[in-house]
T-cell receptor
């Protein structure tokens, strides 16, 4: 079965640079979530979209922005990168925001800021 | 606010023995509870969920979880552990509003010893 696709899987950036992560949800899933997982940490919610509109916002820095496009894929843009942004970034998707629906995660994008 | 707690950072169990990974929750309203497993450098894989119905939920890879309303617990169990079960396990509760994002516990590292 098709899963959530994230790209790139790994990237290395220098401080103050910009990075963009892409996410392709499971077909027919209309809700996308972004999470950040630091080393040894639990995933922290950043932001989510439902039907191409931002639906919820968590601990996303102002330096980050995201959007969901007409084909439901999503991009997370990170600017003025800091060393502390180094983490595993997960995208996840679900079929609608209903509380009973399972959220499926991608394999993650490893960002290293040097 | 919804929250989950995983009181054990690590659980060690001998191969072939039963395993239990603990999770307690605090929610307002009906609880929607999930278990995920994360292997090193991988994404979060869905194991099982409790929405309603039977308190004993069966999931992937022989795992099951018991929902206990009076103790507000949702412990993950497996009758006979395998070395390949060694991984990081996250309990999650669905937020009761917005896009119903997950709130994760801090994770429990399971180590199955041969």
């Amino acid at each position: 079965a098709a899963g959530v696709i994230q790209s790139p899987r790994h990237l290395i950036k220098e401080k103050r640079e910009t990075a963009t992560l892409k996410c392709y949800p499971i077909p027919r899933h209309d809700t996308v979530y972004w999470y950040q997982q630091g080393p040894g940490q639990d995933p922290q919610f950043l932001i989510s979209f439902y039907e191409k509109m931002q639906s919820d916002k968590g601990s996303i820095p102002d330096r980050f922005s995201a959007q969901q496009f007409s084909d439901y894929h999503s991009e997370l843009n990170m600017s003025s990168l800091e060393l502390g942004d180094s983490a595993l970034y997960f995208c996840a998707s679900s079929s609608g925001p209903s509380s009973g629906n399972t959220i499926y995660f991608g394999e993650g994008s490893w960002l290293t800021v040097v | 606010a919804q929250s989950v707690a995983q009181p054990e950072d690590q659980v060690n169990v001998a191969e072939g023995n039963p395993l239990t990974v603990k999770c307690t929750y605090s929610v307002s309203g009906n609880p929607y509870l999930f278990w995920y497993v994360q292997y090193p450098n991988r994404g979060l894989q869905f194991l099982l969920k409790y929405i309603t119905g039977d308190n004993l939920v069966k999931g992937s890879y022989g795992f099951e979880a018991e929902f206990n309303k009076s103790q507000t617990s949702f412990h993950l169990k497996k009758p006979s552990a395998l070395v390949s079960d060694s991984a990081l396990y996250f309990c999650a509760v669905r937020d009761g509003s917005g896009t119903y994002k997950y709130i994760f516990g801090t994770g429990t590292r399971l180590k199955v010893l041969a």
